[in-house]
T-cell receptor
Framework: QKEVEQDPGPLSVPEGAIVSLNCTYS??????FMWYRQYSRKGPELLMY????GNKEDGRFTAQVDKSSKYISLFIRDSQPSDSATYLC??????????????FGQGTILTVHP | DGGITQSPKYLFRKEGQNVTLSCEQN?????MYWYRQDPGQGLRLIYY???????QKGDIAEGYSVSREKKESFPLTVTSAQKNPTAFYLC???????????FGPGTRLTVT
């Protein structure tokens, strides 16, 4: 079983839709949770970063972490064609031998069509 | 502009040849990382370095080597021992805690 599971999709939605992207994980030591966006043939860019449980909002993006269920989500409101990309969740345990080591989900391919 | 540069963008090599991928950062980050990405898969950690002159193996280090002689530079050598070297290689750097990693544009290596 992988430490982080992410539905690879692909996910196709119309412009303006609300998109929900999700990851589950098994390692209870994970405390920092991130979402990256990766356009085709480019490096990933950091979208959202949260620590422990709770919500964080940034414009049209909301990141949600539920540590009790080992489940994280990224919501995109009013989705735009420019949001079409692969979205990767990533997480890391604090301190110890896992210092700075991110564990990634396999990525969800999202297409927003006009 | 601060950031991470990787060169070249595309690299072609014959089987049996070693090849070195460049990664430079001017973000003044202590930690640097190398990942490999294959189609339909997430990123897999090859090597990482938390400080100059020190580095550790990641999850898939076999067939790869690195050096960290300068804070700004973390080159990756793909050796002939790597059985399946064709992939997209990504370099990243971060400050120590809260572990946000910033990525370069990647190098696509094709070995035939």
């Amino acid at each position: 079983q992988k430490e982080v599971e992410q539905d690879p999709g692909p996910l196709s939605v119309p412009e303006g839709a609300i998109v929900s992207l999700n990851c589950t994980y098994s390692n209870s030591a994970f405390q920092y949770f991130m979402w990256y966006r990766q356009y085709s043939r480019k490096g990933p860019e950091l979208l959202m970063y949260t620590y422990s449980s709770g919500n964080k909002e940034d414009g049209r993006f909301t990141a949600q972490v539920d540590k009790s269920s080992k489940y994280i989500s990224l919501f995109i409101r009013d989705s735009q064609p420019s949001d079409s990309a692969t979205y990767l969740c990533a997480m890391v345990a604090a301190g110890g031998t896992s210092y700075g080591k991110l564990t990634f989900g396999q990525g969800t391919i999202l297409t927003v069509h006009p | 502009d601060g950031g991470i540069t990787q060169s070249p963008k595309y690299l072609f090599r014959k089987e049996g040849q070693n090849v070195t991928l460049s990664c430079e950062q001017n973000l003044n980050h202590d930690a640097m990382y190398w990942y490999r990405q294959d189609p339909g898969q997430g990123l897999r950690l090859i090597y990482y370095s938390q400080i100059v002159n020190d580095f550790q193996k990641g999850d898939i280090a076999e067939g790869y080597s690195v050096s960290r002689e300068k804070k700004e530079s973390f080159p990756l050598t793909v050796t002939s021992a790597q059985k399946n070297p064709t992939a997209f290689y990504l370099c990243a750097s971060s400050t120590p805690g809260p572990y946000e990693q910033y990525f370069g544009p990647g190098t696509r290596l094709t070995v035939t």
